[in-house]
Every structure is written in C-alpha cells, then in structure tokens.
C-alpha cells in the first residue's frame, strides 16, 4: 500500500476551501470541458452536404482514421449524465440497433474517401459498450473488422461501468482485441455512488479491476470524478489512496460539471436554484492538484490536464493524441461526433431518426460544418494545450503560422499571472494553468466563438 509521506501534508492539512464556501467560482450548470472546436452550436443541418462532398473525394494518403461506435445503453442514467443513453431496450431493440450501425459503416465503407483504409485506433463509447453481451460483442466486431479491418490498429480502446463485466465478458473483450480497457469507477464510496445515480457498487469495481488485471490488456485505464454529489476532503483522500493500492496503467481525473440535460440541472431548475450541489471550482482544483501530487508519489506522471499514467513510455492514449492533431474519425451511431477532411458532423441525436435515415439509404447525419484552415490551426492548439506543452514549430511547419506570434497577447496575460510559459520552441502550462485549462482556451478562439454556448 501506498502513503503519503511524512512531509507530505493530507488533503484535509491542505484544503482551505469548505464545500459550501460562497465564491464567485461556484459550479453552475453549463459545459465546462472543451471538446472541440468550432463550438458545436455553429454546425447546422445545411451544412450536411459538406461530409458528402469530402467522402465523394479521393482518400488521403498522409492522414490517420479512427472509427468510433456510439453504444447508448446502460443499466442505469447517472444524475449528472448529458450523453444520449436508453435504459429501457431488450435485446431484440439492442441488436436491431447494432445491425443499423454496421449498415452505417458499410456505406461509409464504399466511399472513395475511405474505402480500404484501416484505422489506426478504433474507441468503443457510450453509454455502456460493456451493456452488450459477449455474442452481440462478438458478432458486431467481426462485422466491423470485415469493413474496416484491425491487423494494423495501434489501439483498440473500451469504455466499461464495472458492474456489467465478468470474467467471461472481459476474456471476450481481451479476445476481440481490445487493448486499452477503461473502468468508469468515478468513486470507490458506495453512498456517494448511489447518490450520484451509479448503477455499479464498489464490489464490482473491485471485482473487474481484479479480473482486468489477469488478462493481459495492454492498459487498464480508471475514471475518477472530482466534487460529486456530497463528497467531502476525507472521501476524496480515501479515493485516491484506493486507486493507488489498485495500480492501473493510467487514471483519469475529471472535475464534476452539471450540463443542461442532466437529472441534477432538472432538479434544480425545479427548485429555482442556480448553484449545482456540488463542490466549487477552487475546491475540485485543490482536490485535483492533491490528487496529482500523491499520484507522482506513487510513480505516476501527469501527462494532460486530466491524466496520469504509470509509464508514459508505454502508456499511450492513441486515440486522444491522433484526434488532437487532426485525424479522422469515422463516428457511427445515434448522436455521435464525428469529421473528415476538416468537416465535422454529429449523427441524428436520437434512435428514431437515426433509424429512420438509415432505412431511407441515407448517412444518419443530423449536422455538420466546415471549418476552415484558421479554425482547423485553433483548434489542434487548444486541444493540444491540454497535454501540458505544445511545440510552436509543429504548427509554424503544419499551419505555416506561429502561435507564440498569433497569440502573444493571450499568452502574456496568462504567462504574467502564472499560468503559461513560453520559452524557445515550447509553450508549457503551469500545474495551476492544467488545473483550469478549460476555462483560458475560450481565450484563442475567434471573436465570434468566444461567448458561444457550448453544447
């Protein structure tokens, strides 16, 4: 077991700021992760005919693809859930479903844009991709391998909530190919799951982490969730001293936020409340920065805003890095994201239409937009921004522009406070920047983006 050392002060020795401290950086409900860029309330239904044009295109020869499945079933909705989910279909609902996303791949599959590439990752999301049993598992990858073959993929990547995994289910993941396996733990606190609308208990994640370490997967990654629903300093400290002694390849840390179409923001809209239940930002920064110091403790290195990794020689997330410098991403299933060639597109947001389309013998796209060079160049570097340094010189060679000299006003003002350095060919974020990273890349995007809703 790992702990703190003896002039390393516990959480509850460093945190000052009480949960239900009243400062003007109280959790409000809203997006505050930034996902992409251009913000997606500019992409509309017109522009729908830009992913058709690209996909008519002969197929890039220097460009990586990945391909991702949206599965939107779960056991359970989280109270603080925004994604597109189904907790009430049977198994006959569920396979008609997989038949219409391989039905969506194989159009895409006969596109001169992609037809014949194979993808350099491919990302299983949700939902609970780990919902579906081990034959509809088995039968929806080998349909997919059939159209979008794996024998050159670098990553096959797996999102699972514990409580759906056995042993035999997670031999079929491992079977199947999938490498890097990713348990939404969120927290190993039983009450604070439940109230939080968990479907899975601590047994269970136990349990998988148990099995998962057994099987030989390349990475076991686990999602930690900063400010839930009534958790204090203890329980945090207690947290991520349980996720050391578990020993994954890598952890994810996110701090708790409250978008619109949540249980919590209906429950608050309903009591005419404005500030979210739940921890305020200067105390999930401190949890976080906390959290990051005992993970380096334990031989952990902080390799984004979000993550830290047992071995950053080996522990690699493809998928992010790939997308985050302009990869493809052939996106399938109901209200997924997806882009190629710079045009970005979402799928019909829910089962209905999204079936409905692709009865008709149309792609399921519900809308899109084209960005241009200028955005295409903001958009790398703020993502970029996130892993904690980015090189100047890979954008003056890529975009032919220098972001040290587009963006030096921003850049002083953040350097002056803290938050950034520049220095040579490397912009690097302070731990306090990385903290609240979210919050400054609003500061690089053009005007007209910049007080965008971002949903």
Known sequence: MSTPSSDSPSLIEKIKVPLATETEEQTEVGNYFVANYPPFSFWDQEQKKEVYDVLNSPRPEDTNLGVYFHIPFCRKRCHFCYFRVYTDKN??????YLDAGIREFERYAQTSYLAGRKPQFVYFGGGTPSYLSV???TDLTNRMKDLFPWDETEEVAFECEPGTLTEKKLEALREIGVTRLSLGIENFDDHILELNGRAH???EAFRALGFAKTLGFDQVNIDLIAGMMDETPENWQKCVETAIEQDPDCVTIYQMEIPYNTTIYKEMKEAGRITAPVADWPTKRAWVDWAFDRFQEAGYTVSSAYTVVKNPETTKFVYRDSLWEGADLLSAGVASF???????????ADVGPYMTELDSGELPIYRAYRTNHDERFI????LQLKLGKVKPSYFQEKYGENPVERFSAELKKLSDAGYFTADGDEIRVSRQGMLQIDRFLHGFFLEEHRDARYT
């Open 201 to 203: 208990r601590s047994k």
């Open 338 to 348: 997806g882009h190629f060639g710079g045009v970005h597109y979402q799928n019909q």
């Open 135 to 137: 034959n509809q598992l």
């Open 91 to 96: 198994a006959n609902e569920i396979n008609a």
């Open 379 to 382: 958009r790398e570097f703020v």
